[in-house]
């Protein structure tokens, strides 16, 4: 499959399990499972393409690294337990900064 296919059954298999969540009463752990498996095959898939090597899986910190090389990167954390910022740096470790508000405020922000 090529990229654009890729991407099509990606998104039906995405459209697919929501639907088998959203109707009750149907076997829906077994239909997931299936379309777990066909995901994991198109995911492994779109991997193969070049520079998606890291699709749906967190960036690495050397890329945040090289990517502060032209300024700051900052990475927000919002929880129900704690929000706080992860400055990257070109070099060196990162600084954390604790921020004294909410995950709602944060999601009202967002809006």
Known sequence: MEGKELADEFTRLASLSRSV???PGTDQHGQ???LNLEMQRVVANIR???GLSRFLLSPLFSDLQ???SGGLVVVV??????CDALVILPDGD????PLQIT????RDLST
């Open 21 to 23: 969540l959203d109707s």
């Open 32 to 34: 997931l499972s299936h």
């Open 48 to 50: 193969k393409l070049p």
């Open 66 to 68: 090289c990517a502060a």
């Open 77 to 82: 954390n919002a929880s129900k337990y704690s």
């Open 94 to 97: 990162p600084v954390h900064i």
């Open 103 to 106: 995950q709602e405020n944060v």
